[in-house]
C-alpha cells in the first residue's frame, strides 16, 4: 500500500490569494531581472536547484484538496523542474520594447495547477544581454518574500555567484548576525506583542516602511500606544469608504494585460527632492505617480480635478528576522491619490500627509485579519469579498527596496531589476516601484482596453519628477539666498545615513 504524501495545510490568507484568480486579473507576481552578457542555461539551472528548490520546499509542492474539503501543499510526485524552465530567445526588435512585448505576451496565461505555481524564463539575445522572467503565484508569498527569495539565487560578488552549492541558508543566518541590535530590538517589540491586548497596534510603524529602515523597531515600540478603540473607527472607514469614482481607469476588463517600465531613474537626484520638501523618497515617487495618471487623465479627455482616486498599497507586517519566510505577511491600505491637484509642490505636500496618516494608523492589521476571514469563506463569497474590497481602488501601487549595491548572478553583473504586482476584483493598473544599485525603477502593468497607451504615464512620470526637481532647486535657492543675507548662517546638518529616509512596502 503506497505512502500518503504529507500535506500542510495552507493558511487562510494564502488560501484568499489562490482563489482570487479569474480570467481577467490572475494572480501571479511576475519579476524581471536583466543580466550583462549570456548567462550560461546549465549554470543557471543548477543554480536554480541548489539555491531555489532545494532550500524551500514550497516550489516542489502542488495544491491539493483533502477529503475534508480544505486546500493543502503537498509535494508534486512527478515535479520536474524541465517543466518550469523554458529558453527562448527574443525576436526582433531586440530592445527594451521587444521584451516589453515578449513579457506582456507572457502574463496573460495562468499557471498550471497541476504543478507546483511558478516558471522561469531564461530570455537571451536581449540588447547584448539576458534577462531572467520570472512567475510565482501569490499565494505562495508576498512580494517582499518572493523579492528576497529571488535575491537569493544571487551575490554580492562575481566568485560567489558562480558557485551553486555557496548555502543559500548561511546567507539568512549572515543576514541576522549584521542586524545586531535591530533584530533584537524587533524580537522584544513582537514579544511584547503577543502579550498585548491588541496586536494591531504593534504594527503602526510598518505602513510603508522598508525592512532595512533602522528606525523601524523603534516605531514599532512606540506604537504599543495606540488604543484598540481605533480599530472600532477603521472598520466603520472601511464599510463606510464609497466605491472610487469613474475614470478612463475603471471599465469593463479585459483578458489582456500589457506591461511597461521606465528607464532608470537616479536615487540621489529624488533624494534630494525630498530633502529639499522635508519628504521621504517613497513621497516623491508616489507624488510623481499621481501627478503622471493626472497627465494622462487630462490627456484622455477625462476630467481629474472632480476629485482624488484611490490606490490599493501593500504594507508589510513580516518582522525582520523573518524576511526569508515565504506565505503572505502583509495587508493592503487605501491612499488617496492627488490627481485632483494641479501644482506638482502641492501634490507632494498632500502626499506626505497622506502617508504620515497611515504610518500612525493600525488599519493593516485589521485589514490583514479580514483578509484570513475572507479565506475561509465559501469560493462565490470571498469573490464577492474581494470586488467589493477591490471597487473602493482604481490602482494597485506598490514599493519594494532592492539591493543598495551591485549584485551578480551566474558570474554576471545584475544590471535591472523589475516587477509587476497583480490586481484583484475589477482593478485595471497596477503600478510597481523599485530601487536598485542606487536607481529607481517604475512599472505598469494594465488592461489593455482600458489604459490603451502605458507609455505616456511613464513619460508623464518622468516630466512630473523633472517639476519636484525644479521646484525643490528653487526653494533650496532661496533658502541659500536668505541664508547669505544672515550674518554667520550656517547650513543645515545632512543626514548622516544618506538612505535613513528611504520608505517603501
Given at each position: 500500500?503506497?505512502?500518503?504524501?504529507?500535506?500542510?495545510?495552507?493558511?487562510?490568507?494564502?488560501?484568499?490569494?489562490?482563489?482570487?484568480?479569474?480570467?481577467?486579473?490572475?494572480?501571479?507576481?511576475?519579476?524581471?531581472?536583466?543580466?550583462?552578457?549570456?548567462?550560461?542555461?546549465?549554470?543557471?539551472?543548477?543554480?536554480?536547484?541548489?539555491?531555489?528548490?532545494?532550500?524551500?520546499?514550497?516550489?516542489?509542492?502542488?495544491?491539493?484538496?483533502?477529503?475534508?474539503?480544505?486546500?493543502?501543499?503537498?509535494?508534486?510526485?512527478?515535479?520536474?523542474?524541465?517543466?518550469?524552465?523554458?529558453?527562448?530567445?527574443?525576436?526582433?526588435?531586440?530592445?527594451?520594447?521587444?521584451?516589453?512585448?515578449?513579457?506582456?505576451?507572457?502574463?496573460?496565461?495562468?499557471?498550471?495547477?497541476r504543478k507546483p505555481l511558478w516558471r522561469f524564463f531564461l530570455v537571451e539575445d536581449v540588447e547584448g544581454g539576458t534577462a531572467l522572467f520570472g512567475r510565482i503565484h501569490h499565494c505562495i508569498g508576498d512580494g517582499i518574500a518572493l523579492i528576497r527569495v529571488l535575491l537569493d539565487m544571487t551575490s554580492e560578488n562575481v566568485e560567489d555567484s558562480l558557485r551553486p552549492n555557496l548555502a543559500g541558508a548561511d546567507q539568512p543566518a549572515r543576514r541576522r548576525r549584521t542586524r545586531g541590535l535591530i533584530g533584537s530590538t524587533m524580537r522584544a517589540a513582537y514579544g511584547l506583542a503577543r502579550n498585548s491586548v491588541d496586536l494591531g497596534k504593534t504594527l503602526v510603524g510598518q505602513t510603508l516602511l522598508t525592512l532595512e529602515d533602522p528606525r523601524h523597531p523603534a516605531r514599532i515600540a512606540k506604537s504599543l500606544g495606540v488604543v484598540s478603540a481605533a480599530s472600532t473607527a477603521i472598520l466603520a472607514k472601511l464599510l463606510l469608504l464609497p466605491p472610487d469614482r469613474e475614470t478612463v481607469f475603471k471599465g469593463e476588463l479585459s483578458a489582456i494585460k500589457r506591461v511597461v517600465w521606465s528607464q532608470p531613474l537616479d536615487l540621489a537626484n529624488i533624494k534630494q527632492i525630498g530633502r529639499v520638501f522635508d519628504a521621504t523618497i517613497n513621497d516623491v515617487l508616489v507624488s510623481a505617480v499621481a501627478g503622471a495618471l493626472r497627465d494622462y487623465m487630462l490627456q484622455?479627455?477625462?476630467?481629474?480635478?472632480?476629485?482624488?482616486?484611490?490606490?490599493?498599497?501593500?504594507?508589510?507586517?513580516?518582522?525582520?528576522?523573518?524576511?526569508?519566510?515565504?506565505?503572505?505577511?502583509?495587508?493592503?491600505?487605501?491612499?488617496?491619490?492627488?490627481?485632483?491637484?494641479?501644482?506638482?509642490?502641492?501634490?507632494?505636500?498632500?502626499?506626505?500627509?497622506?502617508?504620515?496618516?497611515?504610518?500612525?494608523?493600525?488599519?493593516?492589521?485589521?485589514?490583514?485579519?479580514?483578509?484570513?476571514?475572507?479565506?475561509?469563506?465559501?469560493?462565490d463569497l470571498a469573490k464577492q469579498a474581494t470586488t467589493w474590497f477591490s471597487s473602493k481602488a482604481?490602482?494597485?501601487?506598490?514599493?519594494?527596496?532592492?539591493?543598495?549595491?551591485?549584485?551578480?548572478?551566474?558570474?554576471?553583473?545584475?544590471?535591472?531589476?523589475?516587477?509587476?504586482?497583480?490586481?484583484?476584483?475589477?482593478?485595471?493598473?497596477?503600478?510597481?516601484?523599485?530601487?536598485?544599485?542606487?536607481?529607481?525603477?517604475?512599472?505598469?502593468?494594465?488592461?489593455?482596453?482600458?489604459?490603451k497607451s502605458p507609455q505616456l504615464i511613464m513619460d508623464h512620470f518622468a516630466h512630473q519628477l523633472e517639476l519636484l526637481a525644479a521646484h525643490a532647486k528653487a526653494r533650496n535657492d532661496e533658502t541659500v539666498e536668505q541664508a547669505r543675507s544672515i550674518p554667520d548662517q550656517k547650513p543645515a546638518p545632512q543626514p548622516a545615513d544618506e538612505h535613513a529616509d528611504l520608505t517603501a512596502q
Amino acid at each position: 500500500m503506497a505512502k500518503a504524501a504529507r500535506r500542510t495545510p495552507m493558511s487562510s490568507v494564502d488560501k484568499a490569494w489562490f482563489e482570487m484568480d479569474s480570467a481577467t486579473n490572475l494572480m501571479i507576481i511576475n519579476g524581471l531581472m536583466w543580466f550583462e552578457g549570456k548567462v550560461d542555461f546549465e549554470l543557471f539551472t543548477h543554480i536554480l536547484e541548489k539555491r531555489f528548490i532545494e532550500r524551500y520546499e514550497r516550489f516542489r509542492q502542488r495544491i491539493v484538496v483533502g477529503s475534508d474539503g480544505r486546500l493543502y501543499w503537498e509535494q508534486d510526485p512527478h515535479f520536474d523542474l524541465r517543466a518550469h524552465v523554458q529558453r527562448v530567445s527574443l525576436p526582433e526588435p531586440r530592445t527594451q520594447e521587444g521584451l516589453q512585448n515578449l513579457v506582456s505576451s507572457i502574463i496573460n496565461e495562468p499557471l498550471d495547477r497541476r504543478k507546483p505555481l511558478w516558471r522561469f524564463f531564461l530570455v537571451e539575445d536581449v540588447e547584448g544581454g539576458t534577462a531572467l522572467f520570472g512567475r510565482i503565484h501569490h499565494c505562495i508569498g508576498d512580494g517582499i518574500a518572493l523579492i528576497r527569495v529571488l535575491l537569493d539565487m544571487t551575490s554580492e560578488n562575481v566568485e560567489d555567484s558562480l558557485r551553486p552549492n555557496l548555502a543559500g541558508a548561511d546567507q539568512p543566518a549572515r543576514r541576522r548576525r549584521t542586524r545586531g541590535l535591530i533584530g533584537s530590538t524587533m524580537r522584544a517589540a513582537y514579544g511584547l506583542a503577543r502579550n498585548s491586548v491588541d496586536l494591531g497596534k504593534t504594527l503602526v510603524g510598518q505602513t510603508l516602511l522598508t525592512l532595512e529602515d533602522p528606525r523601524h523597531p523603534a516605531r514599532i515600540a512606540k506604537s504599543l500606544g495606540v488604543v484598540s478603540a481605533a480599530s472600532t473607527a477603521i472598520l466603520a472607514k472601511l464599510l463606510l469608504l464609497p466605491p472610487d469614482r469613474e475614470t478612463v481607469f475603471k471599465g469593463e476588463l479585459s483578458a489582456i494585460k500589457r506591461v511597461v517600465w521606465s528607464q532608470p531613474l537616479d536615487l540621489a537626484n529624488i533624494k534630494q527632492i525630498g530633502r529639499v520638501f522635508d519628504a521621504t523618497i517613497n513621497d516623491v515617487l508616489v507624488s510623481a505617480v499621481a501627478g503622471a495618471l493626472r497627465d494622462y487623465m487630462l490627456q484622455a479627455g477625462d476630467d481629474p480635478n472632480i476629485d482624488n482616486i484611490n490606490a490599493m498599497v501593500p504594507v508589510n507586517l513580516r518582522p525582520l528576522d523573518h524576511v526569508t519566510e515565504l506565505g503572505n505577511q502583509f495587508a493592503l491600505v487605501y491612499l488617496p491619490l492627488s490627481v485632483s491637484l494641479d501644482d506638482a509642490a502641492a501634490r507632494l505636500k498632500a502626499t506626505k500627509h497622506a502617508m504620515d496618516v497611515l504610518k500612525q494608523s493600525p488599519e493593516p492589521f485589521l485589514v490583514y485579519q479580514i483578509l484570513g476571514i475572507i479565506g475561509n469563506l465559501p469560493l462565490d463569497l470571498a469573490k464577492q469579498a474581494t470586488t467589493w474590497f477591490s471597487s473602493k481602488a482604481s490602482t494597485v501601487l506598490t514599493n519594494v527596496p532592492g539591493p543598495r549595491q551591485q549584485i551578480y548572478f551566474a558570474g554576471l553583473p545584475l544590471r535591472q531589476l523589475m516587477f509587476w504586482v497583480p490586481q484583484s476584483g475589477k482593478i485595471s493598473m497596477g503600478i510597481s516601484i523599485i530601487s536598485y544599485n542606487g536607481s529607481v525603477l517604475l512599472g505598469l502593468m494594465v488592461d489593455d482596453t482600458l489604459v490603451k497607451s502605458p507609455q505616456l504615464i511613464m513619460d508623464h512620470f518622468a516630466h512630473q519628477l523633472e517639476l519636484l526637481a525644479a521646484h525643490a532647486k528653487a526653494r533650496n535657492d532661496e533658502t541659500v539666498e536668505q541664508a547669505r543675507s544672515i550674518p554667520d548662517q550656517k547650513p543645515a546638518p545632512q543626514p548622516a545615513d544618506e538612505h535613513a529616509d528611504l520608505t517603501a512596502q
